[in-house]
């Protein structure tokens, strides 16, 4: 008996704490759970969403919803790029493609052919309407439809303005071409508006196309240019001996050659 209650005192008991009387770690997590409430009380502020509204929210809650918003986006990003396809597609089966009728959709001759220059020649020439502002823009042209086909043809251009093209406009459109070039005139007669048209009504009408935002329906010369093409370009004295016409405009581009 005395033997085993030696062994029970040497066995070192635990203090007796007072209910006043805490151990130095239950002081620190104390400290550490003051600091956290202190700082989640910012969070808890309500705020009103509107000056007068009687509904309040948490601040908390206002700052966490965009930040889920987010976090969903990505999370969608994320999904989708992984998926196969890499684009979204709608919903359903992809349209039908119309199988290329081999009777009457089949190419004439696959890639380019070696143009044939010794064959006849079409009584035709390049009608240009513009003017000398424009000279920039014809040139482009020019210098497109002669490397992709008129260099091997040669057909002659006709160029047409409403206005007397200057010195400077024709030298510079010949140095552009080795075929044969006229510049004329349009008379008052198919240019501007006919004598049984009121000009502040037809005025008017194209502002109003300008005021709908129609494509170049608020430009009179725009107009002036439709009813010449339409039934007058034909007229012109330059172009009676023609029997074909090819209508070039400026800034136009070409990228494969015409054979």
């Excluded at 030696?6 to 130095?24: C, D």
């Excluded at 009380?41 to 309500?46: I, L, S």
């Excluded at 959709?105 to 000398?132: H, I, K, M, S, W």
């Excluded at 008052?188 to 048209?197: R, T």
Aim: with cysteine; aromatic share 12%.
């Amino acid at each position: 008996m005395g033997f085993v209650q030696n062994i029970v005192k040497r066995i070192p008991s635990s203090p007796n704490l007072n209910s006043n009387e805490k151990s130095p770690m239950l002081h620190d997590i104390s400290r550490q759970s003051e600091r956290i409430t202190s700082r989640l009380t910012f969070f808890r502020r309500r705020i009103r969403l509107r000056r007068n509204s009687k509904i309040s929210v948490p601040l908390g809650t206002v700052l966490l919803f965009p930040c889920l918003i987010v976090v969903v986006i990505i999370v969608l990003v994320a999904r989708h790029s992984g998926s196969a396809g890499g684009t979204l597609l709608p919903a359903g089966s992809p349209p039908s493609i119309r199988k290329i009728s081999e009777k009457y959709d089949r190419v004439f001759v696959p890639g380019c052919l070696e143009p044939q220059t010794n064959g006849p020649r079409a009584n035709a020439a390049f009608v240009v309407l513009a003017r000398d502002s424009e000279l920039e823009g014809v040139i482009q042209s020019i210098k497109s439809i002669e490397r992709h086909f008129n260099r091997w043809f040669h057909y002659p251009y006709v160029f047409l303005n409403d206005g007397d093209f200057g010195t400077h406009f024709k030298d510079s459109i010949t140095n552009y071409t080795s075929a044969p070039v006229e510049f004329g005139k349009i008379d008052s007669s198919m240019w501007g508006y006919p004598d049984w048209v009121n000009a502040d009504v037809a005025r008017e009408g194209i502002r109003k196309q300008g005021d709908a935002a129609i494509m170049y329906g608020g430009m009179e010369s725009y107009h002036h240019m439709c009813r010449f093409y339409s039934g007058f370009f034909y007229k012109h004295e330059l172009l009676q001996k023609y029997e074909w016409y090819w209508r070039l405009e400026p800034e136009i581009k070409y990228f494969c050659d015409i054979t």
